[in-house]
């Protein structure tokens, strides 16, 4: 999905949420943990439940990862379900290597004749430019960059002193040059809301996707006031555990829905 | 395997030599391409020529996830088959996410009833502690994590200039009060040999491990000269390609055993 097609989802549901699809058994409600494949059962019903307020999916490889072979089928059914809706699809990896070796998670994650064919995924900066250059060269789609990141951690090296400018703003002011506005994205942590203004002066027309709001506290409105780029949205919000983990009972997807149909009225309202 | 099995390993082979495990089908002979699992039948055949010779084995995962659900099978019978050897072993992962989600990728990689049960991972360092201390809570197992790595993109952020001191440097002096030199190594590029003096200051006792050798140009005895600590060794020095592929035709077994053990000579004569 292209940057045109996917502001025109955005205006078309009036909304620029992204929901995590991350998986944990433990936090998954009994009635699907009978299925053949809980993880893809949870995964569907979550989707149907709330594609009319999304337009994007963002599977967080870990959480597939974690139950080794199985989750990585798991993982393969559902983009392979994702790639029948008109949603943009992230595979939030947080990849990054040597060239030759980028290339390879590139193929992995982005090509069109492999098992994991989404639109996006998350590269860490830590690298450098080969690191990420290989991922720009997949025709059609997106590197969505880590910059700032919602967690604590972030304000070891991302935001610490002694740089300038800060690791965050130098790696925005660096990588911008690989990519465009129509190949790139960046991860900029909601919780980190005050930093957005500065953030869009450095890139002012490359999508966000902003992490961290819901269970992690980060403010919506706060976000739209900082983030948002006029007419283009610019944003994709992504909240997880807030919508699909709702509810741990048999009512999980309906929960998920009103979650997601919560964020986005909110939205609606800025778009 | 602990530090002190590491150790006893180096010095019985008198190597401290890691093999990387890269297969790529464009470069394998044609002799295991009819195979049912051609990457798995390459890989036993390098390891069973090059065990008298090393003491660790590295798989990038990059290179198991390009063939998507087929190469993570790979990948598993890979580490099952090292598992019954007396090698360390590292997941060449390079993940990191925030703190519950590095938590998946641990279990993923690290934990002893999964799939993929290696001794080590190696842990990109951008978002920070709490994206590595979860892997350092599997008991008995590393975090491999990234310092100065030995591409040429490391120059855009890890030695830029603007950071005093250089964000490889605050990585390392940072991270060596997450863990300790019985759960914690780091990559540490054989290409910048002149900077690894600087780095043993930092971190006298931790392991590194050292790609770069080979076909990316790092020398063997400067890395030995500023990096060997003394009656421990305290490297792990990487090749891949110049070992795995040091010949692409049906003695592809041999001709890696020849070069690991040029690489082993190399080596006794520092341990």
Not at 116 to 127: H, W
Not at 193 to 205: C, D, Q
Not at 221 to 246: F, H
Request: proline content about 5%; charged content about 25%; some cysteine.
């Amino acid at each position: 999905m292209n940057r045109e097609q996917l502001i025109r989802q955005i205006k078309e549901k009036k909304s620029f949420l992204c929901v995590g699809l991350d998986p944990d058994m433990e936090k998954m409600p009994d009635c699907v943990k009978g299925e053949d494949d809980p993880v893809f059962a949870f995964n569907r019903q979550v989707i149907d439940a709330t594609l009319p307020y999304a337009v994007a999916y963002k599977p967080n490889t870990a959480f597939y990862e974690a139950y080794g072979l199985k989750g990585m089928l798991s993982l393969k059914k559902t983009i392979d379900y994702l790639r029948d809706k008109e949603v943009f699809t992230i595979a939030d990896a947080k990849r990054g290597d040597i060239g030759n070796t980028s290339a390879r998670y590139a193929k992995a994650f982005l090509g069109k004749d492999g098992d994991f064919d989404f639109d996006a995924v998350t590269v860490a900066p830590y690298m450098g430019s080969d690191s990420v250059r290989p991922f720009l060269k997949e025709d059609g789609k997106w590197v969505v960059l880590l910059a700032l990141t919602s967690n604590a951690g972030s304000s070891d090296f991302q935001t610490a002193e002694g740089c300038t400018p800060p690791l965050y703003q130098r790696v925005l002011e660096t990588s911008r040059q690989w990519g465009t506005p129509e190949n790139m994205m960046y991860v900029v942590g909601a919780t980190k809301a005050g930093m957005l203004r500065e953030i869009r002066r450095i890139v002012p027309e490359h999508f966000l996707l902003v992490p961290g709001i819901g269970a992690q506290g980060g403010d919506l409105d706060d976000v739209c006031e900082n983030g948002l780029i006029p007419d283009e949205a610019g944003l994709l919000v992504n909240a997880s555990r807030s919508i699909i983990y709702a509810s741990s009972a048999r009512d999980f997807a309906a929960a998920a829905a009103q979650e997601a149909a919560r964020m986005q009225q909110q939205m609606s309202r800025h778009v």
